[in-house]
T-cell receptor, first 114, second 113 residues
Framework: AQSVTQLDSHVSVSEGTPVLLRCNYS??????LFWYVQHPNKGLQLLLK??????LVKGINGFEAEFKKSETSFHLTKPSAHMSDAAEYFC????????????FGGGTRLMVKP | GAVVSQHPSRVICKSGTSVKIECRSL??????MFWYRQFPKKSLMLMAT?????????EQGVEKDKFLINHASLTLSTLTVTSAHPEDSSFYIC?????????FGPGTRLLVL
């Protein structure tokens, strides 16, 4: 069994300040972990993925995430928020490297204030 | 990157009618397509997994006779919501894969009056 918990349903930051979106997971197997972003009324876009290679994963648009097995965490960060980063973010776990059988976290809505 | 489209993007229908939603992989052949449902301000819930040429596998609690899925080719899967009711109103998202990561469509917003 696998599950994902996104610890904050809403996060609000000011433009230019750092972003931290928290994610904890549980999995019976070595997981693959993903972060997706969803803009209003749009599909999901893959930001980055971890599949047992380097624990610090760099994604698109300046985002990165660090896999910490001891903490079962995969938090998403960005040094400086842009207005265009305002969206819904989903942390996702899969037990296969191909990314099938995804289990989604509840989502975190990121708001960016000018 | 791989592109997945959905049609229509939004649809309004009367209660009791059926609605068909198409999911297409535009630049790759998708051996597997997934259908998700997303309630307002909620996460995505997997409804079913479909492999080309075979019957879809439905998640627990999803009525297969209500949500008919057809995956007739490697680039097209359809979801038909039969005898739609207002509680079926939702955002339906498909994804497609050819054994790599899933690529998501833009979603279809269904409103049943």
């Amino acid at each position: 069994a696998q599950s994902v918990t996104q610890l904050d349903s809403h996060v609000s930051v000011s433009e230019g300040t750092p972003v931290l979106l928290r994610c904890n997971y549980s999995s019976s197997y070595s997981p693959s972990l993903f972060w997706y972003v969803q803009h209003p009324n749009k599909g999901l876009q893959l930001l980055l993925k971890y599949t047992s290679a380097a624990t610090l994963v760099k994604g698109i648009n300046g985002f990165e995430a660090e896999f910490k097995k001891s903490e079962t965490s995969f938090h998403l960060t960005k040094p400086s928020a842009h207005m265009s980063d305002a969206a819904e973010y989903f942390c996702v776990v899969s037990v296969d490297n191909a990314g099938n059988m995804l289990t989604f976290g509840g989502g975190t809505r990121l708001m960016v204030k000018p | 990157g791989a592109v997945v489209s959905q049609h229509p993007s939004r649809v309004i229908c009367k209660s009791g009618t059926s609605v068909k939603i198409e999911c297409r992989s535009l630049d790759f052949q998708a051996t597997t397509m997934f259908w998700y449902r997303q309630f307002p301000k909620k996460s995505l819930m997997l409804m079913a997994t479909s492999n080309e040429g075979s019957k879809a596998t439905y998640e627990q609690g999803v009525e297969k006779d209500k949500f008919l899925i057809n995956h007739a080719s490697l680039t097209l899967s359809t979801l038909t919501v039969t005898s739609a009711h207002p509680e079926d109103s939702s955002f339906y998202i498909c994804s497609a894969t050819s054994s790599g990561p899933q690529y998501f469509g833009p979603g279809t917003r269904l409103l049943v009056l």
